[in-house]
């Protein structure tokens, strides 16, 4: 294993935030991707030669099956239809994904999935019903699986009331025991949003830590082990903040997004990082700097630094 991995994010494809692989129950949105594969080609073709892609795969609680209590009862047919095309491409390209299950901000964007995501979190039918078939599957495609992020910045469940500090701990726990026993032992992470999250959780049954950070400077704080349990640390999102989509942000990300991401990617290799992905750029019209991103970080990836 490479002892600095450089990879980007692919939260979802085709901007379709909650129905990109499958159907969501709850917006009622068909699933995207079975209609568009060749997005999936063309978008592998372009970040060929990075070490890591990070994808989403339950946000907004899509491919998910619930009952009329809203207890998670199964995985959709078509969600991992999907889910297998994204992880053939990829181990294709000689990459490996990290697959985030959820995104706990979802209780801000889609506020009728709390009473769904409390279940899932504080009951035990989601390593039931949908971790066990969920790991059967990704053990056929072991090879492009490089870890699992449990959750992407649980610090949302707790900002939205959707559980408690105890509960979560505990359902994470449970969760990355689960990834680690006998049948299958995939390494897992948790995505913080904060640093100092991380470094709180690193005594979690984790394989690693993982936080994230956005500024405009582009610095990032020196990695040291004894902040995080002597577990290894990687950056699962970096990047230029987006504060708003005004015409000066737009532009100051269109301007300063790729190179910010770059001095990050610099600097966490410099100070001990085990790995850093950065974010998308976000906002409409930001085709060609995310082109201009995905092309540095590829370079990055393949040329050394």
């Known amino acids: 294993m490479k002892e600095f991995l450089i990879g980007l994010n692919k939260p979802w494809f085709g901007g379709q935030y909650d129905h990109d692989l499958g159907n969501n129950q709850f917006t009622k949105w068909d699933p995207y991707l079975p209609n568009n ?3 999936v080609r063309s978008f592998f073709g372009e970040v060929q030669g990075i070490d890591i892609l990070r994808i989403w795969l339950f946000e907004g609680l899509e491919g998910l099956i619930f009952d009329h209590d809203n207890e998670v009862v199964s ?26 299950l959820f995104d706990a901000w979802t209780a801000k964007h889609r506020p009728m999935t709390v009473n769904a995501m409390g279940l899932i979190v504080n009951g035990i039918r989601f390593i039931n019903n949908v971790l066990t078939k969920l790991c059967d599957f990704l053990s056929n495609h072991a090879p492009a699986i490089f870890a699992i992020d449990l959750m992407n910045e649980p610090e949302g469940l707790i900002k939205y009331n959707v559980t408690t500090h105890n509960e979560l701990e505990y359902a994470l726990n449970r969760w990355c025991n689960y990834l680690h026993n006998d049948h299958h032992n995939f390494k897992c992470s948790v995505g913080w949003m904060r640093r100092e999250n991380a470094s709180k959780y690193s005594y979690l049954d984790v394989d690693f830590c993982d936080f994230h950070i956005y500024n405009r400077s582009g610095e990032i704080p020196h990695y040291d082990e004894n902040d995080f349990g002597k577990k290894r640390c990687i950056i699962g999102e970096c990047g230029y903040p987006a504060v708003d989509d005004s015409s000066r942000q737009l532009a100051l990300r269109r301007d300063y997004g790729v190179w910010t991401a770059k001095k990050m990617v610099l600097e966490a290799r410099n ?22 991103l995905n092309s540095t970080v590829v370079q990055l990836a393949t040329h050394g630094i």
């Open 75 to 100: 995985i959709e047919r078509i969600f991992l239809e999907s889910l297998k095309t994204i992880l053939d491409w990829a181990a294709r390209s000689k990459m490996r994904t990290y697959l985030c």
């Open 37 to 39: 594969l060749d997005l």
């Open 271 to 292: 100070k001990s990082y085990y790995g850093i992905l950065p974010w998308p750029i976000e906002g409409p019209q930001m085709d060609e700097a995310n082109r201009q």
